[in-house]
């Protein structure tokens, strides 16, 4: 995925953003990164992305 491609359609959060803010507060939940980057808390639709670039940093 590229950094500026946006994850987030409602909140217009880029997978870039979701990634930094994951690394930079060792986020570890959907609900983690919705309070972070507002990503994921409009229609929803994009949380099982949210989880995939979850499990990818974080194993
Ligand atoms: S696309 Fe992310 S909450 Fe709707």
């Known amino acids: 995925m590229d950094r500026d491609e946006i994850?987030?359609?409602c909140?217009?959060?880029?997978?870039?953003?979701?990634?930094?803010?994951?690394?930079?507060?060792?986020?570890k939940?959907?609900?983690?990164?919705g309070e972070?980057?507002?990503?994921g808390t409009g229609c929803g639709g994009c949380q099982?992305?949210?989880q995939e670039i979850l499990d990818e940093i974080n194993g």
Do not use: F, P
Not at 11 to 27: D, P, Q, R, W
Not at 29 to 33: H, L, M, N, P
């Open 48 to 50: 099982t992305v949210i």
């Open 7 to 9: 994850v987030c359609h």
């Open 29 to 33: 939940t959907v609900e983690d990164v």
């Open 11 to 27: 909140m217009e959060v880029s997978y870039g953003e979701i990634v930094a803010a994951i690394k930079a507060n060792t986020l």
């Open 36 to 39: 972070a980057t507002n990503a």
